[in-house]
């Protein structure tokens, strides 16, 4: 019998390295997989980029699709322009301009498309990003499930991009509390959200955050700078630490949850290391360098920024490669890259 898809292929964490391994990387010759002696396929970061004259130019391309439509902190159009834009910023470049493409199922209410890109559009604009082009399709009742909008984003910048490689001594450093995004649209997915108070999705551009770090002194002190979406902050550490085969620890107590979100996801028996942020910047970083990067994030509106972990050598072969849990109670465990959260969550 022959393979099949299975819905966490495109969930984020281990699955999904693996497919892309597989369909993508693996068939593409090893002198084509960067343009320009830039950043490419290789590398698996948040965009591939490549030099024009003096500027480095960023680009990313994702695909958002999310049911319901519409939740409690943001609908389809203004997760995908969050998205791709803090792509862009996880590699170090400023956002200038976005493209579109979206595909709708016949039948689809056009008075809701109208207002997802709206809010496609002003999200953008109000980061001072240009929306610069698209591309709109119909496909057949029952051929797509809704609506889908794909989006690339362009970005430009005059110091080499950030390409994730971080290593033992570095500190991990959490923009804020994690899980929200994940958290809300498994509520909506279950038809809980009358019945839990509190929760709001996390997505929002990072530019002001950001921007003023990758910008700034303290670009040189990071080694690693992604956001934490589908796969949540478990799926990111797990990928530094199989990339840089050390150890990561990560301390449970540091990690910021809001109330409602770990209320709630404990409810389900769900990880809030594994449930999806979209508003969340996870650096690694120079041990000499955390207060200053803390204190920047604060300043910057980033209030509930803390440092959660660290990378380490692996003490034990079988740890090579993995991200440990310490617990509140001085226990540790190993936390895996697989997401539990409910699919299509962005």
């Known amino acids: 019998m022959s393979e099949k898809l299975r819905i966490s292929h495109g969930a984020g964490g281990k699955d999904t390295a693996e497919i892309v391994r597989r369909l993508i990387i693996s068939k593409v010759p090893p002198g084509m997989r960067k343009a320009l002696g830039g950043v490419g396929l290789d590398e698996l970061d948040d965009g591939a980029a490549f030099r024009v004259g003096e500027k480095w130019v960023v680009v990313s391309v994702d695909s958002y699709t999310v049911k319901p439509i519409r939740f409690p902190g943001g609908d389809l159009g203004h997760l995908a322009a969050s998205g791709t834009i803090n792509d862009v910023l996880m590699m170090g470049a400023r956002p200038v301009a976005l493209m579109d493409a979206v595909v709708a199922e016949e039948g689809t209410d056009i008075a809701l498309l109208e207002e997802v890109m709206e809010s496609f559009i002003r999200t953008a604009t109000s980061e001072g990003v240009a929306v610069v082009g698209g591309d709109f399709k119909v496909m057949p009742r029952g051929a797509v499930d809704g609506v889908i909008i794909g989006a690339v984003g362009v970005g430009v910048t005059d110091k080499e991009p950030i390409v ?5 001594g570095d500190v991990i450093v959490v923009s804020g509390p994690i899980g929200d995004h994940g958290a809300v649209i498994t509520a909506a997915q279950l038809g809980m959200l009358d019945e839990v108070e509190g929760l709001s999705s996390d997505a929002r551009p990072l530019t002001g955050c950001v921007l003023p770090i990758v910008e700034g002194g303290l670009r040189q002190e990071i080694t690693a700078l992604r956001d934490a979406t589908r796969g949540g902050l478990a799926a990111v550490l797990n990928e530094w630490a199989e990339a840089s085969r050390a150890t990561i620890v990560v301390r449970r107590a540091d990690v910021p949850v809001r109330p409602a979100t770990l209320g709630f996801l404990e409810m389900l028996g769900i990880d ?7 508003g969340v910047a996870v650096f690694a970083v120079r041990p000499g360098a955390v207060d200053e990067l803390l204190g920047a994030l604060k300043r910057s509106g980033c209030a509930e920024a803390a440092a959660v972990g660290e990378v380490r050598e692996a003490w034990e072969p079988f740890l090579e490669g993995r991200v440990v849990v310490e617990t509140e109670v001085g226990g540790m465990t190993l936390l895996p890259s697989t997401p539990l959260t409910t699919p ?3």
């Open 272 to 278: 809030p290391m594994h449930s999806a942020s979209e």
């Open 164 to 168: 994730d490689k971080p290593s033992p």
């Open 344 to 346: 299509r969550i962005c």
